[in-house]
């Protein structure tokens, strides 16, 4: 178990909210035990989460992942809307006053490697290939099994549990947190192709198709994603080059939920643990990480108690901004989306718009991190 002066500590999940938990707390010189189902990160190939926002390279900067981040990341210039083809709206990032672009774009599992990469530095080793299996439901005396792949079990009470094991945590489930919200009937589709030259990644486009959207987001130098509300989207693409292959495939249906306190007793969730919704606006990833810098420093202060009041607002708005641009771009209704193709062109002669759309993108419109002078 990891040991602090007083407490130890387990982190139940290694995805990019457990890495950056259990490295935000090492960099302050608290140890923490992070154990994970998973056999490794994210698999390269899928990209997942693309967007790595401004607030989350104001957060990691401290860790040195940031500036790892940045070496390998590429920036967003144009954020593009058309309808059918033709452009409705193009909102530029350079505009945007800020230390960083609002959103730079890098393939999740790659993201996960920069965490990994600083934490083995502190000398943690995230223990792969370990279920947490729930022993008690005692939010005052957390009690676990872990079952490893060698087929060993053993029983842990630590003194701090935290759950950042994903949409279907484990965690949440035993210790009795509940997770309202609701799911979307449509389904989502998403493909990645890589293509034989360089392709141009500066730019975001959704492109309405009345109804339903098809996406155009970059992933690296030769690789784009789609995405799309229409099953049969991949025949509506119109690839910039000569296909070599579809690197990966998914499709999702979108929930909102989040859950009603982030901790009980003894025990905290943060990232998709405690909150799940619409990758429309690329923060499922960076409020995940964001929970975890929070979490980190609030049981560095001795103040962890304070962690679900302070975020459970933060979580509401990014919930509320998803659901808001999740239903922008799937309208249906033949007089909205006619009255939406009428109006977007407008707002590009309107400042305030943009500037509150990249300040949305650039994940800063939830509280700046007060451990940080000067942050946004
Ligand atoms: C197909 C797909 C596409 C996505 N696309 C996007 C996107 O475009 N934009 C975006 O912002 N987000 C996207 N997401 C969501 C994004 O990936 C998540 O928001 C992000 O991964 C959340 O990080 P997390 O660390 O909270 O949870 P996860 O990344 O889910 O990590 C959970 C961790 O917990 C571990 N775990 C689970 N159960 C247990 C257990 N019982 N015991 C121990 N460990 C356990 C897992 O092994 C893993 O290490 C996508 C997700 C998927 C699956």
Known sequence: MGETSEKSILIAGAGPTGLALALELARRGIKSRLVAKAAGPAPLHESRALGVNARTLTLLEASGVSALILAKARRLTKFKIASSGKPLLTIETESFRSRYCPIQILPQGQTERFLLQRLLAFGITPEWSAELIPASGDVQKPVVT?????????????????????????????????????????????????????????????????????????????????????????????????????????????????????????????????????????????????????????????????????????????????????AFITLKNPILTRLRSLLLPLANHVPLISNAFLRNAAGQDTPPPPWIPGAQ
């Open 146 to 326: 872990l079952q490893h792949a060698d087929g060993r079990t053993e029983t842990v009470e630590p003194d701090l549990l935290i759950g950042t094991d994903g949409a279907h945590s484990a965690v949440r489930q035993a210790f009795g947190f509940t997770f309202p919200g609701n799911a979307l009937e449509s389904r989502f589709f998403l493909a990645d192709y890589r293509y034989a030259q360089p392709v141009d990644t500066g730019f975001i486009e959704m492109n309405f198709l009345n109804p339903g959207v098809l996406g155009r987001l970059p992933v690296n130098e030769d690789t784009l994603r789609y995405l799309s509300t229409d099953a049969d989207f991949e025949t509506r693409i119109e690839h910039p080059a000569m296909v070599l292959e579809r690197t990966w495939a998914s499709d999702f249906r979108i929930s909102f939920r989040h859950v009603e306190t982030m901790s009980r007793g003894k025990v905290y969730l943060a990232g998709d643990a405690a909150h799940v919704h619409s990758p429309a606006g690329a923060r499922g990833m960076n409020l995940g990480i964001e929970d975890a810098c929070w979490l980190a420093w609030l049981i560095a202060e001795r103040r962890e108690q304070d962690y679900s009041a302070l975020r459970l607002p933060a979580v509401r708005t990014v919930l509320k901004d998803t659901r808001r641009n999740t």
